[in-house]
């Protein structure tokens, strides 16, 4: 099974900041990799799809690059709403996985 | 509006069964794979297993294979997830989600406990 690795587990953060999440995979996923943001006590929301698609509706300063086994989640300027926890998931084949999520918190 | 509504979580006991409806609205229900996920209390999220539109593939998590089953009632706009032998470990709230997640339903907790 394909595994995804997150770092950092946590990310302590300022308004207006650039914040990076990474994301590897263990072998190769093409881009099939989606980034997703979590509240708590509700359900995730699909930010991007294949790598660096945006979902409609999501704020354009989250962007997502890369493919192969490297990606990468960036919100150019950190904003009160987006304190959150955020999870990779691969989706290439038949069986998916997530990473084990960022924590997102106030600095 | 897209809307997935999950129900039949509980409390059960170690070895027992439980089956999850997700109830689907607002979208062409047939043209979708379908999917389950779960997360235990305090803890990230876990990819459970998928269902493609006629049913005819389905695909698991080594964590649950040979104790989950996922259906589909596509005339019912309606996913299942039955869950048998169930253990301690398998207490999570539970999601269905369309495709890859662009649509998810609230979630049902499911305890395992005896």
């Known amino acids: 099974d394909i595994q995804m690795t997150q770092s950092p587990s946590t990310l302590s953060a300022s308004i207006g900041d650039r914040v990076t999440i990474t994301c590897r995979a263990s072998?190769?996923?093409?881009?099939?990799l989606a980034w997703f943001q979590q509240k708590p006590g509700k359900a995730p929301k699909l930010l991007i799809s294949?790598?660096?698609s945006l979902e409609s509706g999501v704020p354009s300063r989250f962007s997502g690059s890369g493919s192969g086994t490297e990606f990468t989640l960036t919100i150019t300027s950190l904003q009160p709403d987006d304190f959150a926890t955020y999870y990779c998931?691969?989706?290439?084949?038949?069986?998916?996985?997530f990473g084990q999520g960022t924590k997102v918190e106030i600095k | 509006e897209e809307q997935l509504v999950e129900s039949g979580g509980g409390l059960v006991q170690p070895g027992g069964s439980l089956r999850l409806s997700c109830a689907a609205s607002?979208?062409?229900?047939?043209?979708?794979?379908m999917t389950w996920v779960r997360q235990a209390p305090g803890q990230g999220l876990e990819w459970v297993g998928n269902?493609?539109?006629?049913?005819?593939?389905?695909y698991y998590a080594d964590s649950v294979k040979g104790r989950f089953t996922i259906s589909r009632d596509n005339p019912k706009n309606s996913l299942y997830l039955q869950m048998n032998s169930l253990r301690a470990e398998d207490t999570a709230v539970y999601y269905c989600?369309?495709?890859?997640?662009?649509?998810w339903g609230q979630g049902t907790l499911v305890t395992v406990s005896s």
């Open positions: 269902i493609k539109q006629d049913g005819s593939e389905k």
């Open positions: 998931q691969q989706y290439n084949g038949y069986s998916w996985t």
């Open positions: 989600a369309r495709d890859v997640g662009t649509t």
């Open positions: 294949k790598a660096s």
């Open positions: 607002g979208f062409t229900f047939n043209t979708y794979w």
């Open positions: 072998q190769s996923i093409s881009s099939w």
